[in-house]
């Protein structure tokens, strides 16, 4: 892959958008195109990593912003609301900025792309996040456009706002911090740095063209999650278990006074629900490394490049 080539990053903002132009950078890119709507991370994007063009753009929205997909030689599309108590959010962001994304690339053969989807189109889940990354995948299937479509699971890594990140963030406000009910719920995390490898080996080796189930390689409960994170970021805050309804209630009464609740009680549900996701050989098929997950936990907290950045909520 030719190092000037145009890489196009609709929704490169987010997560993993700005973990991937950072090791993009890395590799000696330079030819890095970021549209997103979030105007604070954008601006933060800008500041660290000044030799790229982010650009606002609402992909949901016919605009100039297709211009950039001309001459791009991949598409990596990104683009997706996560949380949020608005259905038509997701809607918007997630299937109408999808349709608007494909036209265009329609309109120039020979762009090439790759589509992040999710594990949450298996899930046993049933939320706004799983219907609309349901409908977004079958709209890309559908559209004609050849493409690897990836399918992560819950991932964490430098600049989390919403996950892991947010999680340890809670932990040092709180003078002890609540695990629902047991806290055995069984997750699947994935490394964003690994993730971002992926996209990568799909830029500079394309490979075939069809679903990847890219799952963290290690089956970790959520309370051992949390436990290594306080290991990681030598917190002293307890940990206490609390009755699953109480912890509902709590987080339903803080979506009373918060329109974008950093946890939702759907996302709640989705986290007690018993998913169990197929782990293929990712580090084969991709030549990857799969960062083990305390040393991911360790990179994530402790980086002393990007650990102490964090997007805004």
Known sequence: MDLNAKILLPGGAGLVGQNLVARLLARGYTNIVVLDKHRANLAMLRQIQPGIVAEYADLAEPGEWARHIEGAAVVIMLQAQIGGI???EFV???????????????????VRLVHVSSSVVKSVADDFYTRS???????????GVPCPVLRPTLMFGWFDRKHLGWLSRFMRKVPVFPIPGHGRYMRQPLYVGDFSNIIISCIEHPVENRIYNISGHEEVDYIDIIRQIKR???????????????FYGLIWLWSRFDRNPPFTTQQLRALIAPDRFEVIDWPGIFGVR??????AIDETFND???SHIVMEF
């Open 92 to 110: 918007r962001n997630n299937v109408d900025s999808t349709r608007l994304v494909l036209d265009a690339i329609k309109r120039h053969p020979g």
């Open 133 to 143: 990354k349901k409908a977004q995948e079958e709209m890309v299937l559908a559209s």
């Open 304 to 306: 002393p490049k990007y």
């Open 232 to 246: 990681t970021t030598r917190s002293r805050t307890p940990i206490v278990r609390i009755p699953y309804s109480l």
């Open 86 to 88: 608005d259905y038509q």
């Open 290 to 295: 799969s960062t083990p997950f305390a040393e």
